[in-house]
């Protein structure tokens, strides 16, 4: 039961690991197996803390969507009408969490990836969805609002370890 960034220098070796296996299947069919390893260790009891098994399937749908994502496929979403489309998914996504925050409460722990989940699997698996769908939709529009080009992007990107040390440092501090 790893905390800190240990959890997440775990999960990037095992994802890395996984490369040949993404690199071997078509990314629709990548993508898909990666949200069934994520939906099936994130609403889990028990069993998925052993190095940190279920963090690192819960976040493999977001490394494999960055391994697949080319900066072409990242920088048209930063133009015209699909800008205007991941805009107001930004749009609805933060709508739906002020709307039905309270509906969501118990789902978001969700999001962390890191605990055992303590709803019944009817429930969990469409709140797990529709809380990572928001998170989606915050994302896209995000990206899609970054200025200049998205070097800076594939940048953060390679260097996912350092950024994730450095957030956990400046959430201490300001927690």
């Known amino acids: 039961n790893m905390s800190g960034a240990a959890w997440y220098a775990m999960s990037l070796a095992t994802w890395t690991a996984l490369v040949p296996l993404l690199k071997g299947l078509k990314p629709s069919v990548g993508m898909?197996?990666?949200?069934?390893?994520?939906?099936?260790?994130?609403?889990?009891?028990?069993?998925?803390?052993?190095?940190?098994?279920?963090?690192?399937?819960?976040?493999?749908?977001?490394?494999?969507?960055?391994?697949?994502?080319?900066?072409?496929?990242?920088?048209?979403?930063?133009?015209?009408?699909?800008?205007?489309?991941?805009?107001?998914?930004?749009?609805?996504?933060?709508?739906?969490?002020?709307?039905?925050?309270?509906?969501m409460s118990d789902a978001f722990f969700l999001v962390y990836g890191n605990g055992g989940c303590g709803m019944r699997l009817i429930d969990a698996v469409p709140a797990l969805l529709a809380v990572s769908a928001l998170g989606v939709g915050l994302s896209v529009a995000c990206a899609s609002l970054v200025p200049g080009r998205c070097g800076l992007l594939a940048a953060l990107g390679k260097r996912s370890f350092q950024v994730y040390v450095v957030h956990r440092l400046l959430r201490g501090v300001f927690a």
């Not at 990666?34 to 028990?46: L, P, Y």
């Not at 190095?51 to 072409?72: D, E, K, N």
């Open 32 to 103: 898909l197996l990666s949200v069934a390893a994520c939906v099936i260790a994130s609403t889990q009891d028990a069993g998925t803390d052993l190095l940190s098994i279920g963090r690192t399937m819960h976040f493999l749908p977001y490394f494999a969507a960055g391994y697949y994502l080319s900066v072409a496929n990242v920088e048209r979403l930063r133009s015209g009408a699909p800008r205007i489309v991941a805009i107001c998914a930004g749009i609805a996504s933060v709508a739906a969490y002020l709307a039905f925050n309270d509906a």
